[in-house]
């Protein structure tokens, strides 16, 4: 089920720069038992990838209108939020006159394993690296091209999730999750001030470690330091929370902190 502009439909135009240039924002979002998890949160990461962007405000009023209305009634489904900013003559320049393009889109939720959950992933290091950028570090844009080529490695591997470096080689996040490690009782998790995706599910491990009196630090994180760490866990806000089992070779288990922090986000 798909609305572009508030019309069912599953097509734009070819002119459009979210296809030319990947020139746009997105959000996905979990409608799980009637309820559209972290909504407000969601719209306004949204609202402010747009505005990083350059962007015309959006118009969070006629969004939630329309997902409301495509949400109706269901349960286990993924919602995407995409704004583009629409079409625009050949080149780069942003166009004087935007003419945004909104796309709601909601899909079955992926049926992941509950041992994920439980036992953990799998994880190993991507060789493909993340540039640096931190006119674009943590916006949730449509240029998702360095986590489709780290992806692909993990094809035809056992590995569930790959996590990615920047090109310091430090570990910044996984193809689609964020990262977060403890080390003696510490939480710690990845600076994304030159890169990477601040997910919204981060920020809530954030707020509740500093509610809860759990001390957390935002850092340089090395593989070296990763591969010290005493636990080590995925965030992303389809997933919640999965334990890591291993990273290659060397293993994990869900420690203290790890599953408090999953009480404490009902995961």
């Known amino acids: 089920m798909m609305l572009v502009n508030g019309k069912q439909s599953d ?49 969070i009023e006629t969004i939630r209108q329309e997902v409301q209305s495509l949400c109706k009634g269901k349960t286990d489904q993924v919602l995407k939020i995409i704004i583009t900013r629409g079409q625009s003559e ?20 992926p049926d992941y394993p509950s041992e994920y959950t439980t036992n953990g992933v799998s994880v190993m290091l991507c060789q493909h690296q993340l540039g640096i950028n931190p006119a674009l570090a943590g916006i949730k844009h449509l240029n998702r091209l360095e986590q489709v080529l780290a992806r692909n490695e993990l094809k035809n591997t056992d590995f569930t999730e790959g996590l990615m470096m920047d090109t310091n ?44 009196n759990i001390p957390c630090s935002i850092a340089k994180m090395t593989p070296a330091d990763l591969l010290n760490s005493d636990e080590i866990f995925l965030t992303n806000s389809l997933i919640g929370i999965w334990p890591v089992k291993n990273i290659g070779e060397q293993k994990f288990k869900p420690g203290e902190i790890t599953k408090k922090l999953k009480e404490l986000t009902h995961q």
Not at 169 to 194: C, Q
């Open 90 to 109: 050949r080149g780069y320049q942003i166009p004087d006159n935007q003419q945004t393009t909104r796309i709601v889109e909601l899909t079955p939720f």
């Open 11 to 59: 097509t734009i135009s070819a002119h459009d720069r979210g296809l030319l240039y990947g020139d746009g924002v997105f959000e996905t979002i979990v409608i799980r038992n009637g309820k559209i998890d972290f909504f407000d949160q969601h719209l306004q990461r949204l609202a402010k990838g747009c505005e990083s962007l350059l962007m015309p405000k959006p118009d």
């Open 169 to 212: 080689n430090h570990v910044i996040e996984g193809t689609m999750t964020n990262l977060f490690a403890v080390k003696a009782g510490k939480l710690i998790t990845p600076d994304l001030s030159g890169c990477g995706v601040a997910g919204i599910m981060r920020a809530i491990v954030l707020e509740l470690a500093e509610k809860n």
